[in-house]
């Protein structure tokens, strides 16, 4: 399985002021769903943050997403060692398959493929 990238995940109330803010250092803003957020660094497009109000799917806003070439092995791999799937292995209507799972210190992550 590779990682294709790996991305901060920032819950904000304000997407507008926060997406300003990270324009100031030389993101733009790649995808915008309302509720979330992907800036892109321009000269390096890895360099990425994701800004969410609410995740419009699951009942958690993770701490960071990781996008895998192989989103239902990566999801085999975490269930077999009984780590916690916070959100199902689901196919999101914007393009993604993914599921949450927490790490051994409480953080919720994302890991994603794109369809």
Do not use: C
Not at 85 to 113: L, M
């Amino acid at each position: 399985m590779k990682i294709r990238r790996a991305v901060p995940d920032i819950t904000t109330v304000d997407p507008v002021a926060s997406s300003g803010f990270y324009q100031l250092l030389g993101f733009r803003e790649e995808m915008n769903l309302g509720w979330a957020v992907n800036l892109v660094s321009p000269a390096n497009p890895t360099a990425q943050v994701i800004l969410i109000t609410k995740d419009a799917a699951a009942s958690v806003n993770p701490d960071l997403s990781v996008e895998v070439d192989d989103v239902d092995a990566a999801y085999e791999a975490v269930r077999a060692t009984g780590a916690e799937i916070v959100h199902p292995i689901t196919d999101e209507q914007w393009g993604v398959r993914r599921f949450f799972v927490r790490d051994p210190d409480g953080k919720v992550v994302n890991v994603v493929g794109h369809r």
